[in-house]
């Protein structure tokens, strides 16, 4: 256990075996850290809300939180989770495991988020969100929640298995993304989108089956499912399903 | 009074009383602090600039400023002031009561800002903009001030009282946004807006009168004017005036 | 030399002479700090990462970093970077003199900047990516590089001297913008951009010669090449070659 001389640890906060805390991190009361987590320099850990019904931020085991993190009390974090640097995490979400939170990332809290996410940098995730195993949202995407602001309704998109929201897309409230579907950077997706389809455009319109687009690798062979060719970072038992699955 | 022992406080600061002021913040010379005010962790609050003529942040009374963000020298703010994380506010801002600003918001200064704004997370207002009492802009929209950038014009975007402008649009230079109007998501807007009339798209066009919009709620009321039906956050005396007009 | 009380500063940095380091600041190991130069509160310095190498972060003389700003080992700056608050700068990129890199930029490493380039704030600049000399970027806008995500792929973008990027917009992998091109504000750029000419929309086309554009100033003259009127934050010996060249 290595703790800054400079951190500021609460002793209510409940600390797992081999936690490094950086220079300048607050960790709050109401916080349960897993074994072998890393928590980087300038962060604010287990902010208090009132929204929070008195649960705690749960951060799991083997987790790493890059410096200038905010967290705030009573959402739940499986392990391995990974984050970049400042990226601001609000009550009531449940993630599950390996989940990747990328710089500047902003997750508005109630939210369900599966095993295997990845946001890249600078998303927006609002309230009511749900997000399944294996999805991946790249820079400057938002998935928004009010149907005609400001309003009362809160409708939560939802985004299935293995579907891709490319850069800076707008996903409007309620809409429901299918699974392995691919949504083209800049697009405003009004409306549910297709299984395994492309969908881009302001609005966002049918482009074409997602196994329609062609890697640029001179192979020829098909980017979508990208399952079949990306590997990068997951774990050998979860590629080795997709290459039995895939035949490659 | 609590100030943290960790914090560093200018003793030429004006601090009123029943403030607190959060780890690792600084506050520099150059700050006028209402009462009862609450400013977060990791803040630096009263950068200077040689833009500011001189002049010192005021923070009116009742504020509450989250962790981490950053306030230049030479703004005024009004009571009651509310921001999330990472705000970054630079000078000769003229702002209202009740303003509130959400997380990494980048205001870029030299602007007028009335009473009862809300700025969700992520929007950046450039030099020159006014807006009007009761405005809601969303996040990742950006009013913009150089018609033929880089230029020595700077032409700022006016956004009138009740407007609304959704996530993700952009505001062309010297634009004036009507009262009551609403800018449909992911919109960039080129030309002036008539009030209560909804334009989206790239380039916005003439969608309908807001009053066309019904709520996605099953009553088919109307959606706009939103004061009809939305008051969380704002105090009785208003929305009691807001139930007045609107007869409900 | 004026190294806050509160900062943490490695013996085994190298720091030049008449730096300043902010509260709060961490400067790490492998860094090189250069003259006069200014890094203020709050700032991660140095980070290490096991892509870079093992080479060090320089900063050269007369830089400034202001506050919340992170930077990775492994990037070099020439003299008199200059940077917004809370930039994200990750390892490998190799940038020359006189960089600005505004406010909430998040560069991703792994590319090339020439001389005298200013992002604004907001913008992310993905890996692989290179931009020439005078090259200006403005918010929210994004240099994307995996052309069909994710995949193993890294197409970076190429954007040449005195190009314009205006707000929110969004280059997509391998694409070449020519010289003193103008992207208008929210364009998908989907294929190469020939010099001085404007594009615009989503996706962006084809829109005029950019010397067709005139400045809104009432002189009806050209707004493009922008050299010709905007010298603000430019060395005389730069502007005056400019005016020499366009006779003004």
């Not at 850290?33 to 951060?59: A, F």
């Not at 905010?70 to 640097?85: C, D, K, P, R, V």
């Not at 800049?186 to 492309?198: G, R």
């Amino acid at each position: 256990m290595t703790i800054s001389t400079t951190a500021i640890v609460s002793s209510k906060a409940s600390i797992g075996s081999n936690v490094s805390i950086g220079d300048f991190t607050i960790i709050l009361d109401n916080v349960v850290i897993g074994d072998n987590v890393s928590i980087q320099s300038h962060c604010l850990i287990g902010q208090p809300t009132s929204l929070s019904d008195g649960t705690p931020l749960v951060i799991g085991n083997d987790s790493l939180v890059r410096s200038h993190s905010i967290f705030y009390e009573g959402s739940q974090f499986g392990s391995a989770l990974m984050t970049g640097h400042r990226v601001t995490v609000r009550e009531k979400i449940e993630a599950g495991d390996n989940l990747q939170i990328g710089t500047l990332c902003d997750l508005q809290g109630h939210a369900k988020i599966g095993n295997y996410v990845r946001f890249h940098s600078s998303v927006h995730i609002g309230q009511k969100s749900i997000i399944d195993d294996f999805v991946r949202i790249y820079p400057y995407s938002v998935l928004t929640n009010d149907p005609h602001p400001p309003s009362n309704l809160v409708l939560g998109v939802k985004v299935n298995k293995y579907a891709i929201i490319a850069t800076m897309c707008c996903i409007l409230p309620g809409v429901q993304i299918g699974e392995k579907a691919l949504i083209g950077a800049c697009s405003l997706v009004k409306s549910d989108v297709e299984p395994e389809t492309v969908v881009a455009g302001v609005p966002a319109k049918y482009i074409c089956r997602a196994s329609d687009i062609k890697l640029k690798d001179g192979s020829n062979q098909p980017a979508y499912p990208w399952m079949r060719h990306f590997h990068r970072g997951y774990p050998k038992e979860i590629t080795d399903e997709w290459m039995s699955i895939y035949d490659t």
